[in-house]
């Protein structure tokens, strides 16, 4: 329960950073001198980066230690926002931004494939909800509290308050959610498979 509950904690964390931005749009734009608009842009980044970027990195690296992989986006994700936070223009903090999605690729789908991959399987339907809970409290309490303590400060406050959770999120990745099994590697050719099926074509 405990290495769930740090995986939960890392879907918690990326959440909360990708959405926590969106309630102070105006404040942002005026610091960085840009619009809205363009602040917008740097934000919503996040989907589309993270769905071309995740089945990338588990086909690049798929025997890489599972620990490893999630601390070294986690790694990525916390430069991001050291980049974001005292970003003086439009650009720098739309580096830190896509610095922070990149590291949430890596770190986001193999934190919930991790938390099945610790145990057995008549668990692990109640792993990936579990872990999956970080999303989820991530909506309903991380980006509105985020919100309202950039709202009453700054929105500069709520990314090193996110920066220092994530260091500890390390420390804990790396001392207690270890020997997480890997699976056997799948490749492209199997991922797209799904798509032959027409049901699937129909969603998208």
Known sequence: ?????????????????????????????????????????????????????SPVVSIVVPAWSRTGLMAAGLVVALLGMIVAAPAPDLVTFT???????????????????????IVGPESRGAAIAFVSCGFTLATAVGSPLGTAVAAA???????????????????????????????PPIGLTQRLTVLRDPRILLLC
Not at 153 to 181: A, H, Q, T
């Open 95 to 117: 580096v830190g931004r896509v610095l922070a999605v990149l590291g949430g690729a890596a770190l986001v789908p193999t934190a919930t494939a991790a938390g099945a991959a």
């Open 153 to 183: 400060s700054s929105w500069r406050v709520p990314l090193l308050g996110m920066v220092g959770l994530g260091f500890g999120l390390l420390i804990s990745l790396l001392l207690l959610v270890r020997r997480v099994p890997v699976s």
């Open 1 to 53: 329960m405990l290495r769930w509950s740090i995986l939960a904690f890392a879907l918690f964390l990326m959440a909360t950073n990708s959405n926590v931005m969106s309630g102070v749009l105006p404040e942002i734009a005026r610091d960085l001198h840009a619009s809205v608009g363009q602040v917008a842009v740097s934000i919503t980044l996040y989907a589309p980066v993270i769905a071309l970027t």
